[in-house]
């Protein structure tokens, strides 16, 4: 087996990916990467870690060659909020970092794992069981980046060969490191709030407002199974839908309240936030990766919950 390259490793998902694949398959096996973002002292200390900025062919092309890389997990990224803040970087760092892998897989034959996202879709999307083939016009840069970089995977499968694999994550929930800027970190922010201070304060998401949510357990799990499985099942290749939960803030609220149950929210809201939800899915149809490699989520809310409060309280009282 040749080695792994992750880049983005020092974000949300490589926090918690890296140290899965070094378990899995040997620390000496994978080559973390990060950019600006300081390394955990975990991603230090357990194996290989490099400073490159994907943005530039160069450094990943020497990074492939010198640790002779079979697979590269590409998880840099400008997320939803912050991309809105900064569309010409959200564009520069997307869709340059995506391009630029393809082009040093495309050399030096390796497979690629980009995680795409539900927002992909827009307000011309069904968005209850929204379908694995359909609408696509996201109206935010994050979406655009994301979905431009859907085709270029499925470009250079069709065109040169690269094994591109990818799923369509939604708004993931984490206690190892705290979300980049995206428009589900309410979802997050809602259990630190409620071990630290017992109530959440605005809330930036509306009530009645539902979204696919999954635990990072299972996003972490089904990035390594859809890059074993058997691609001879495979009938998409960028981006299959996967999902676990779909849910509003009042119910992570009412399970909150089952292990604190005098825990508060009030809500101040975010336009700009509210309205990207408001342009994502209710709730994705992941069926095509339930049949095809074999999807199904661990967690669902009253699992996630009861693990992330355990998890949080000890985490915060250290
Ligand atoms: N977190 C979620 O809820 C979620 C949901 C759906 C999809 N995703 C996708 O998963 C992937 C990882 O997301 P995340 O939540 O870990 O994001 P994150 O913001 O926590 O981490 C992204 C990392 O990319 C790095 N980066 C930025 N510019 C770079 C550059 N020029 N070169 C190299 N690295 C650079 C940053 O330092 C950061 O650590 C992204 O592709 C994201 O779109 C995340």
Redo the contacts with the bound molecule.
């Keep these: 087996m040749k080695k792994i390259l992750v880049?983005?490793?020092?974000?949300?998902?490589?926090s918690e990916l890296v140290p899965a694949l070094r378990t899995r398959y040997g620390a000496d096996m994978i080559i973390a990467?990060?950019?600006?973002?300081k390394p955990s002292q975990e991603l230090l200390d357990g194996g290989e870690f490099h400073y490159?900025?994907?943005?530039e062919i160069n450094c990943i092309a020497e990074i492939v060659k010198e640790y002779d890389i079979g697979t590269v997990y590409?998880?840099?990224?400008?997320?939803s909020a912050?991309a809105e803040a900064n569309p010409r970087l959200a564009w520069e760092?997307?869709a340059n970092?995506i391009r630029n892998i393809l082009e040093v897989a495309r050399e030096y034959k390796c497979a690629v794992f980009?995680?795409?996202?539900?927002?992909v879709f827009g307000l011309d999307t069904p968005l209850d069981n929204t379908p694995q083939i359909t609408v696509q016009r996201p109206n935010t840069m994050?979406g655009i980046t994301?979905v431009a970089g859907e085709l270029l995977c499925d470009y250079y499968y069709h065109k040169y060969g690269v094994d591109t694999r990818g799923v369509?994550?939604?708004?993931?929930i984490s206690y190892v490191?705290a979300?980049?800027?995206?428009t589900?970190d309410y979802a997050v922010e809602i259990f630190y709030e409620a071990v630290k201070h017992g109530k959440y304060l605005h809330c930036f998401i509306k009530e009645g407002t539902y979204l696919d949510i999954m635990y990072m357990p299972d996003a972490v799990e089904s990035a390594i199974m859809i890059m074993e499985a058997d691609p001879r099942r495979f009938k998409h290749r960028n981006a299959y839908n996967v999902t676990a939960m779909s849910i509003a803030p009042e119910d992570i609220t009412n399970e909150i309240r089952k292990h604190i149950p005098s825990f508060t929210i009030d809500y101040r809201i975010d336009p700009i936030r509210q309205a990207i939800a408001e342009s994502w899915p209710n709730k994705m149809d992941d069926s095509a990766a339930r049949e095809d490699w074999g999807w199904k989520p661990k967690y669902d809310l009253t699992a996630m919950t009861t693990d992330m409060l355990e998890k949080l309280s000890a985490k915060l009282n250290n």
């Design positions: 880049t983005g490793a020092c974000g949300q998902v490589g990467t990060g950019h600006k973002t490159i900025d994907c943005t590409n998880l840099t990224a400008l997320l912050k760092v997307n970092s980009t995680p795409s996202t539900i927002g994050y994301k369509r994550w939604p708004g993931l490191t979300p980049g800027g995206g589900t």
